[in-house]
């Protein structure tokens, strides 16, 4: 058995104020995380204060964009094609939803290093998937 | 201040239809309102507190309360926890009456999902400002897969079985086949939940739960009013509510908020989950039950799996009597909010009016459970105590 990936139509993210900096990032092809300057903590989704410590010192940086899969399921049934999504651990330690792609659905598995790959919503803004390493 | 005693539920009442396509969402609130209230022995003018959450029309008390032409009201509250919204009420239903801040509470649920078309795995308008919705919505999450990553997640780390989760449903449907008004009746076995059609890994068509119209009401009274009342005495002695979420980035889908509210209701109780005669427990999918389950103190984390099989849901011959009217998974999940129908079957235990194929014999402490929301990104988690006067 095999779920070859296909293309889907993906959700123009709906960006709030403070949210197009990484999405701009995105479209150049990189990862960013915020980090805390105050307790150093990195969190995800990105905010305007720390989640940890309240801190509003908070900037962004770019993550490496490699991982592994916290957990992920294939949703077969409700969509036009088969899609995979996910919890994906960055190597900087925050998890993140996503979806896999690029890949037989049927081989994914939690553990499995994946690293960043970007598609396009439907207004061609760039969303952050993963696929395998 | 404690709760403990401050309050009993005198009323309760389900709605027996499960597709309601002539019915309006506000006539099904009223008439489950009436139903609850004929229940207790009350009338509609008794009512002085009005509990309702988002699937009330306008997501508020006014249009309900303008509907049922609710004129004493002096304590309201819309809190909207998704499908545990209602055990929070009777909590906070047994606060107010507490507080002094009202006598009669009034609690309803309803809506039309069968009627509307709605779906497990329909990607939801979720609505603007929401922080969370441009890292998520593009990567379609949907209440089953949602779900469905926590079975994957509970499956890697303790060794769960597919087969483990569908005796979950296996026995629900052993319940649900004495329930005249149950939207599935007939019995199923492990092989036909693992065998029907998979529709998010690993959780099959029947490791999820129904679809249906309807909805229920419960009406909560202080115990002087109780007492006069004709019916068996429901006294609330624990409640527990919490909201549990993503952590900043720090995911963890092995346990749910139940791991905080079970504890907190089992201690205002006094009594420890061994002492449980019966389990009312949120199941929205096979895996919402395991998940409880260990967190509320029933078996180690972990050893869901292995504590459901076998049968031991089952009332008559399992250790935990759990959902005797078939619950979400088999009888009635209105308005895709299951936590309403946990606290009445609940309630028809402790009365010893379930049905007797199923009834507890001597049921005099009950617990109920909810989960709102999904487990797999934030949720809320109510647990409820009752014990039989």
Redo the contacts between chains.
Sequence with gaps: MATPYQE?K???????PG?QE??DAAAEGKLMLKKCGDCG???????ALC??CFSDKVSWVQAKGTGEI??????????PVP?C???VTLDE???????IVDTDLDTIK??QRVKVVFKK?ENGTS?P?FAPA | MTIKGKAYIVGAYEHPLRKAPNHSVAQLHAEVAKGALEDAGLTKNDIDGYFCAGDAPGANVWSMANYMNLNQLRHVDSTDMGGCSYLVHVAHAAEAIAAGKCNVALITLAGRPNSEGS?????RDRG??L????????????T???Y??????HM?EYGTTSEQLAWVKVAASHHAQHNPSAMLKNVVTVEEVVNS???????HRLDCCVVSDGGGAVIVARPEIAKSLKRPGVKIIGTGETTKH??????D?SYTGAAWTGPRAFEQAGVKPGDIKYASIYDSFTITVVLQIEDLGFCKKGEGGKFVSDGNLISGTGKLPFNTDGGGLCNNHPANRGGMTKIIEAVRQLRGESHPKVQVPNCNLALAHGTGGAIG?RHGSATLIMERE
């Design positions: 889907r993906v959700r123009d993210p709906a960006v709030n949210d990484y999405f903590e990195v969190h995800h989704y990105p905010r989640p940890f916290y957990t992920y399921s294939v949703t077969r049934r409700g969509g899609y999504i996910a919890y330690g925050v998890k993140m939803m996503t979806n939690i553990g919503s969303v998937m | 779906s497990g795995t329909q990607v603007v400002n922080p969370d919705v441009p890292y998520e919505m593009p990567h379609s999450p949907v089953v897969n949602l469905a990553m926590c079975a994957m997640r890697y059609p998979m529709i998010s890994d690993p959780l993503q952590m900043g980035g720090k995911v889908l990104h």
